[in-house]
């Protein structure tokens, strides 16, 4: 019979083989594609993925994190969540020292990196031009996030990584009804932790992008802060804050 663990990890895979033939939005799909052709002076080597990115980590993560997309050259061209950029360099070396992540790199999908109590995915699938969905675009994603959150079932803290991640899961919130107090309740700023009403903790952090690291907007001091908050909050089960 098989173990929880391989039923969930097979009902995911099943979820990102449909991902990654996805072709809802037709001005995504043309700048993926672009992307992957044109490339990288860095990277003309490289056969780009060119795809929707699927979400990966541990199934039985107890901390999610909710980025916003695929960057051009970055998991556009790997294949696999923050790998081969600049935000995953920052984010992987935070999450490897605070125990996530079994290594502080990430450079391609068969690195061997591997996450422990953690699962990252995003909001948007496919790389938007000038980092930029549009609204119709977040919301032809939107159910690929939902039944991800439908089979981690064991995620009590959900790491948004920036505004529009943020923004992600209080829709999700909104589609099921369970936000009574409206979205007005929960504004997104760096540290912010709310108890929500499906029981799990939304915990905000700025977005590990080259905008925020480069002019100290973001810290590595910060980001770990965050990531030992969110390991805190998952052991406990409990948020210190919550909305006014």
């Known amino acids: 019979m098989p173990s929880s663990a391989s039923t969930v990890k097979g009902s995911l895979a099943v ?3 449909e991902l990654t033939a996805c072709v809802r939005c037709p001005r995504l799909v043309a700048y993926r ?13 490289w056969q780009y993925w060119a795809r929707p990115v699927p979400g990966f980590g541990d199934p039985h993560a107890r901390v999610l994190l909710l980025g916003l997309a695929p960057g051009a050259h970055g ?26 992540a079994s290594q502080p790199t990430a450079t391609d999908r068969h690195d061997g990196l591997r996450l422990t109590d953690c699962y990252i995915t995003a909001a948007v699938r496919c790389v938007p031009p000038a980092n930029k969905p549009l609204p119709g675009e977040i919301a ?27 923004e992600a899961y209080l829709n999700f919130l909104k589609r099921r009804n369970l936000l009574e107090k409206g979205k007005g309740a929960y504004r997104f700023s760096h540290g912010a932790q709310f108890e929500m009403p499906d029981g799990r903790v ?11 690291t480069q002019t100290g907007k973001l810290t590595r001091a910060m980001f770990l802060e ?16 919550s909305p006014d």
């Open 15 to 17: 979820l990102n083989r």
């Open 33 to 45: 594609e672009q992307v992957g052709e044109l490339k990288r002076r860095a990277y003309m080597d």
């Open 75 to 100: 998991s556009n061209r790997t294949g696999r969540m923050f790998t081969g950029d600049s935000s995953g360099r920052f984010l992987y070396d935070v999450l490897h020292a605070t125990g996530f």
């Open 140 to 166: 032809n994603c939107a159910d690929f996030l939902e039944r991800e959150l439908a089979l981690l079932r064991k995620v009590h803290v959900v790491v948004a990584l920036g505004r529009i991640g943020f």
């Open 202 to 212: 939304l915990l905000a952090s700025y977005h590990p992008s080259n905008q925020n």
């Open 226 to 241: 965050i990531f030992r908050t969110a390991q805190r909050l998952a052991a406990t089960g409990k948020s210190s804050k």
